[in-house]
């Protein structure tokens, strides 16, 4: 079966400095992954995907993402952290035979300290 | 372009009874997904509708029915509700042919 993790529960980071988000997976054939973003008591926020192509992939409010297929990681990355960006962020990837039926990390919250 | 929108966004119910969430997909978008998520968890996936038929099923009870519109809008009823069913449902669209799958804000359910 496929399966995403996220490894950490939490992040936190300085304002202005870097951040990363880690997100490995487990799918069979080329895989499809996706970031999304939740703030509080909202719903889920599309920030960027990879289908094929570009290991870097450029995405919403200046998050990207490496793609890394020989440690099958996709972790989010910015160059500089916002204290805006703190929030709860999930790493997808669709279901094994299905059309865009999506699993899920657990999340991990990212908590930007001014 | 408005995107996904649901409705009602919060609701208290009685255990027992039923309940009936609506979403509108993003404009054009003909293939719309559930997804229920409890406090604190990631979503999870309950069904997917496209043509006006469900076309994929995650491990949720028959209490847990849908229905999609010509117009590609879809509700999500719930019978027999219990504590357990608390919970934000998301419903999200897509493009059949698409790869970008877009959420709604949400519809809070408490069972009481």
């Known amino acids: 079966a496929q399966s995403v993790a996220q490894p950490e529960d939490q992040v936190n980071v300085a304002e202005g400095n870097p951040l990363t988000v880690k997100c490995t997976y487990s799918?069979?054939?080329?895989?499809?992954l996706f970031w999304y973003v939740q703030y509080p008591n909202r719903g889920l926020q599309f920030l960027l995907k990879?289908?094929?192509?570009d290991n870097l992939v450029k995405g919403s409010y200046g998050f990207e993402a490496e793609f890394n297929k020989s440690q099958t990681s996709f972790h989010l990355k910015k160059p500089s952290a916002l204290v805006s960006d703190s929030a709860l962020y999930f790493c997808?990837?669709?279901?094994?035979?299905?059309?865009?039926?999506?699993?899920w990390g657990a999340g991990t919250k990212l908590i930007i300290k001014p | 372009d408005a995107g996904v929108t649901q409705s009602p966004t919060h609701l208290i119910k009685t255990r027992g009874q039923q309940v009936t969430l609506r979403c509108s997909p993003k404009?054009?978008?003909?293939?719309v997904s559930w997804y229920q998520q409890a406090l604190g968890q990631g979503p999870q996936f309950i069904f997917q509708?496209?043509?006006?038929?469900?076309?994929q099923r995650g491990n949720f009870p028959d209490r847990f029915s849908g229905h999609q519109f010509p117009n590609y809008s879809s509700e999500l009823n719930v019978n027999a509700l219990l504590l357990g069913d608390s919970a934000l449902y998301l419903c999200?669209?897509?493009?059949?042919?698409?790869?970008?799958?877009?959420f709604g804000e949400g519809s809070w359910l408490t069972v009481v």
């Open positions: 999200a669209s897509h493009f059949r042919s698409g790869n970008t799958i877009y």
């Open positions: 404009s054009g978008h003909d293939t």
């Open positions: 509708y496209y043509e006006e038929e469900e076309r």
């Open positions: 799918v069979s054939g080329n895989p499809y």
């Open positions: 990879y289908i094929t192509g």
């Open positions: 997808a990837a669709p279901e094994m035979d299905s059309n865009y039926q999506l699993i």
